[in-house]
Structures are given as structure tokens and as C-alpha cells.
């Protein structure tokens, strides 16, 4: 189905910004339903963004004002603007489509890492 690769992590200081890419191999212009989720250390997998076709936005309360979700169905890019850091913000970032989510399938996911 839809393949998913993501990239923009790395190292920033709190307070700071960053952009997370989600690109497909392959179209997601009828894609219902994708987001991103973060996974720290010994914690368990949290959704913290989805977004609809349609283009209703939910967020995660700890990322709300903060975190903004996108689709550019043109170029099958989603991204992930993550602004006012926090270290409570340190995981790997996961982006997915919720029927690939359902089938238990992930990709490699992405590091950000918020020093203080």
C-alpha cells in the first residue's frame, strides 16, 4: 500500500523549531485519515496529530498551540511544524495512514532529541 519514510529530525535546543517531512511512495491525495505519533523512551506509541482529507486537524493536549499538522497531496508530503520545544518533546517521530496504522504497519520513524 502506501509507503511512508520520514526525515527532519535531529538535535534542537528548547524553545526551538523543527519541521518534520512524511513523504509516500505513492499517492495520498484519497488517504481519509494520517498522522504522526512519538514513542519516547519506555513509554508507549502516543498519537499527537491527525489530519482528515477533509482537513480536520486533531492534537494531542501536551502539543496543542504548539504543533501544527499538514498535507500536500500534490506532492504526497505530510509534515509536522513543532515549535516552543520542550525535552518532554524527545522521541521518535512516526507518521502513518490509520489503515496502515490497523495493520500494524510503521516505518523507520525519526529522532528528535530537545536538549534544555
Known amino acids: 500500500q502506501v509507503h511512508l519514510v520520514e526525515s527532519g529530525g535531529g538535535l534542537v535546543q528548547a524553545g526551538g523549531s523543527m519541521r518534520l517531512s512524511c513523504a509516500a511512495s505513492?499517492?495520498?491525495?484519497?488517504?481519509?485519515?494520517m498522522g504522526w505519533h512519538r514513542q519516547a523512551p519506555g513509554k508507549q506509541r502516543e498519537l499527537v496529530a491527525s489530519?482528515?482529507?477533509?482537513?480536520?486537524?486533531n492534537y494531542a493536549d501536551a502539543v496543542k498551540g504548539r504543533f501544527t499538522i499538514s498535507r500536500d497531496n500534490v506532492k504526497n508530503i505530510m509534515y509536522l511544524q513543532m515549535n516552543s520545544l520542550k525535552p518532554e518533546d524527545t522521541a521518535v517521530y512516526y507518521c502513518?495512514?490509520?489503515?496502515?496504522?490497523?495493520?500494524?504497519?510503521w516505518g523507520p520513524g525519526t529522532q528528535v532529541t530537545v536538549s534544555s
Open positions: 505513492g499517492s495520498i491525495f484519497s488517504v481519509s485519515v
Open positions: 502513518n495512514t490509520l489503515s496502515n496504522l490497523l495493520k500494524g504497519s
Open positions: 489530519i482528515t482529507n477533509g482537513g480536520s486537524k
